[in-house]
């Protein structure tokens, strides 16, 4: 077993191998065996066979015990390779990370950053308690302000799209029972060049009342002012047309969504036809 400097070494079965280091240049050796030599290691371990007398400049092993021939299947695992500046680093960079436990101050900070990045996403921001930071005052003037929440975001991509296809359909959806704050997700869909929906702004309230969803629209034609639109699609629900519709209108046509339309289909079987046979073919 011997020790080498790795200096751009080249071995071949049953040809020479030289370095490239001037100084060691005149040492011409044979090697049998086929060996790969690391070029960055400083320090490698193989074995010579049928070799001549070797002058090359000894130079220190590097791993101590793992140069020895039974450590020679020896793996380094990722962790061998982890200093404490780098634990030390990683963990100032998971503290900042760390957001508040306070919701309502998590939300605020989330808010702060997201507004410093190179395009702003937020449409509107009003916490609770508090007059509305960002986006159209509407809500201040509303009965209900101290205790309405509102956020709205859109980032530069969904802009584009909306931009883009805006005049095919809007499609809004809203959801709720998505924390435990009881608040709503209000999402606004176009048809992609695909037909398949894609979101294009959400909204996050604890009110969908029509005072409060004209101001969530507002803070969207602000954003864009000229946006083409000609159909919106809703829920059973005309509260929500009529405030877009007073906003991007007017005279959009209205379309129900194909499960709303099932729905009120089978209520109105339910009333008028009494035979099972003839609900069941519809």
Known sequence: MYNYAAMDMHVMQNTMFESSNDVDRQAVYILYPPITIPASLTMTTFAALHTKNINIPKRNCVGGALCFRGH??????????????????????????????????????????????????????????????????????????????????????????????????????????????????LSIHIQDEYGQGYPVAHFICNYLDYDTLVTLFNSLKCRISNLRVYNVMTDDDNVCYTAFNSVFGPNLNHLLCKWHVFCAWNRQLACKVHSNDLRNIF
């Open 72 to 185: 020679r299947s020896f793996v380094p695992s990722k962790e061998a390779f982890i200093s404490r500046r780098s634990i030390r680093t990683y963990y100032r960079r998971l503290q900042n990370s760390v957001r508040p436990e306070n919701d309502a101050l998590s939300v605020m900070c989330n808010v702060e950053r997201l507004k410093a990045e190179e395009y702003n996403p937020i449409l509107l921001f009003k916490p609770q308690n508090s007059k509305t930071l960002y986006g159209p005052p509407g809500l201040d003037a509303l009965l209900n302000s101290d205790k309405s929440f509102a956020l709205g975001i859109q980032t530069e991509t969904q802009k584009e799209m909306l931009i883009k296809h805006s005049y095919k359909i809007i499609c809004i959806d809203s959801t709720h029972g998505t924390n435990r704050y009881g608040f709503y997700l």
